[in-house]
């Protein structure tokens, strides 16, 4: 992480705030940020921090970042956008994460020299857990990725795109990723209160075995194929269980493959 790097995020909701907390963690200065955002409960949360803030980016005008981070909702960006006009005249590069605002836009309100990255993380990033994917315009530096790739680090993983149109079936994996994990805790769940195990016990062992499962395949240098496998016993009661989930027209795949295509 550069230290010296400089980034004004506009809106520090819950996404904002895990990037500026990861910023601030890994060295960051509170005096190379600054943070536009309307709610005034924030603000003061952050000022005792050391974080400059304001309700709008205008107010910040004299502030010169590397990076602008728009957090926004997406309802509010089409009259925050002209706050962020004056630091990309500046030269600031923009980092979106902003839903369903594609490059093109971003240039045309902010003219078509602006450099803009769009990124699409997912809602662990808020714990430092997630899995954030992106696209650069034309024009980005080696140094503007790098700036990019640090500031998105602070939440979890980093994977680049070649195509923007690519956006749309992140959202359906990664970005709605986690729906679908949570739905499949719901179901073990289900399925062990239905096997007789009273609803505590069923929620406490399906949570348990989603989040050790994962922790497990994340340590672990076995793919996820062979880490089933090593589970796994031929004939036992995992292969019985695999052999329903597992069915080529009703089983888990292409269940999911559906889910994913609808998604997009």
Do not use: H
């Not at 790097?5 to 506009?10: A, F, I, P, T």
């Not at 990076?67 to 030269?91: E, H, S």
């Not at 995992?238 to 069915?247: G, K, Q, R, S």
């Amino acid at each position: 992480m550069n230290e010296n790097l400089s980034v004004l995020l506009v809106g520090c909701g819950k996404m904002g705030g895990a990037v500026l907390n990861g910023l601030l963690k890994r060295g960051v200065s509170p005096g190379n940020t600054r943070v536009a955002e309307p709610n005034a409960e924030t603000r003061a949360a952050l000022a005792a921090k050391g974080v400059v803030c304001a309700a709008d980016a205008s107010e910040l005008a004299d502030f010169a970042p590397d990076i602008v981070f728009l957090a926004v909702k997406p309802f509010m960006i089409a009259r925050a956008i002209g706050g962020v006009k004056p630091f990309t005249d500046k030269k600031a590069a923009v980092l979106s994460i902003i839903a369903g605002r594609k490059i093109e836009w971003f240039k045309e309100q902010l003219g078509k020299d602006a450099v803009v990255f769009r990124a699409m993380p997912n809602t662990p990033a808020a714990i430092g857990a997630g899995i954030t994917a992106v696209k650069a315009s034309d024009g980005a530096s080696d140094a503007q990725k790098r700036a990019v790739e640090s500031i998105l680090s602070a939440c979890g993983e980093v994977v680049w795109l070649d195509d923007e149109s690519q956006i749309d079936a992140v959202t359906a994996v990664s970005g709605s990723g986690p729906a679908y994990v949570f739905y499949l805790t719901e179901a073990l769940t289900a399925a062990a209160k239905a096997a007789g195990l009273p609803d505590d016990t069923a929620e406490k062992l399906a949570k348990a075995t989603v989040i050790g499962s994962a922790r497990l395949m994340a340590e672990s240098e076995e793919s996820p194929a062979g880490l089933r496998r090593n589970v796994t016993t031929p004939n036992g009661t995992t292969a019985a269980a695999l052999d329903v989930l597992a069915n080529g027209q009703t089983g888990f795949e292409p269940l999911m493959i559906r889910a994913v295509i609808a998604a997009k």
